[in-house]
């Protein structure tokens, strides 16, 4: 009897482990079932991304073009004539000015040191053919008021102011035409943002499907490229302008100053 209770309590103890077995086993699917099942797909996921990131077809790009390519094909050949020569203009003309307004060009320190010497010598016959034969602003002011000098010293500042007023007449007009550059380039650039516009309208208009964007393209970049070129000209232009001015009107009340000084030895003389 002893042996019969043993072995029922060895099938009782038995059954008991194998139920604590599948509980423990149930527990562990219960915990780590949903995180398998969230870490497959995402494994999943990064392979399919992989594989066609790898993909045995690799996607290609287009070859770019330059910037300046870009630039020439969106103009095209009657707005490149057009902005080059404004642009060659615009060079030559700031070269000009930059090399003819300077004090050694309009007011050369030589031609006033032996100006003054001739007139304290009272070589005043010299001292005329010297300001004659000078081609400088200060020049041709002195020369002018030592022509007139016979006539007594308010005739001679008169002359000179005229000289003055004709020499700064001269000179203006010189740098007008950087001004004129400066206008004309946003002028050519609005023309051809209107011509581009209407361009890619008319394709608009004559197209009995929606046009592609690369149909469009062609004028709304010459559109917008010719605008740009036009201020590229146009903002140093303006500048260069200012600035010149500025320095013309310096140089006149520079110029003035030194003409009268060196003839105010002959204020209050009558006629000679």
């Known amino acids: 009897m002893v042996a019969g209770v043993r072995t029922t309590r060895r099938r009782h103890g038995g059954g008991l482990a194998w139920l604590g077995r599948m509980a423990v086993a149930a527990c562990l699917l219960g915990v780590w079932g949903p995180t398998v099942?969230?870490?497959?797909?995402?494994?999943?996921?990064?392979q399919d991304q992989a594989g066609e990131i790898t993909g045995d077809e690799p996607a290609t790009q287009p070859a770019?073009?330059?910037?300046?390519t870009f630039l020439v094909e969106a103009l095209g050949i009657k707005y490149v004539i057009i902005f080059l020569l404004l642009s060659f203009g615009l060079v030559a003309l700031l070269v000009m000015c930059s090399m003819q307004f300077?004090?050694?060009?309009?007011?050369?320190?030589?031609?006033?040191?032996?100006?003054?010497q001739h007139l304290e010598k009272k070589e005043?016959?010299?001292?005329?053919?010297?300001?004659?034969?000078?081609?400088s602003y200060l020049g041709r002011v002195l020369a002018a008021g030592m022509g007139k000098l016979q006539a007594g010293y308010p005739a001679a500042v008169e002359a000179m102011q005229a000289a003055e007023s004709e020499q700064a007449m001269t000179l203006e007009h010189k740098i007008s035409f950087v001004s004129l550059v400066g206008a004309l380039a946003p002028m050519f650039g609005l023309l051809g943002t209107v011509d581009g516009m209407v361009t890619a309208f008319m394709k608009i208009a004559q197209s009995t499907t929606t046009p592609k964007p690369n149909e469009l393209a062609t004028g709304i970049s010459q559109a917008l490229v010719t605008t740009l070129i036009g201020l590229w000209l146009a903002i140093p232009a303006i500048a260069c302008?200012?600035?010149?001015?500025?320095?013309?009107q310096r140089f006149n009340a520079d110029v003035d100053d030194e003409a009268m000084r060196l003839m105010s030895r002959f204020q209050g003389m009558g006629k000679k």
């Open 124 to 135: 005043f016959q010299q001292a005329y053919e010297l300001a004659r034969n000078d081609d």
């Open 241 to 248: 302008y200012a600035v010149f001015r500025n320095w013309l």
């Open 102 to 116: 300077r004090r050694s060009v309009l007011m050369p320190d030589g031609l006033a040191q032996q100006f003054e």
């Open 64 to 68: 770019g073009k330059s910037y300046l």
């Open 37 to 46: 099942s969230l870490v497959a797909p995402t494994a999943a996921v990064a």
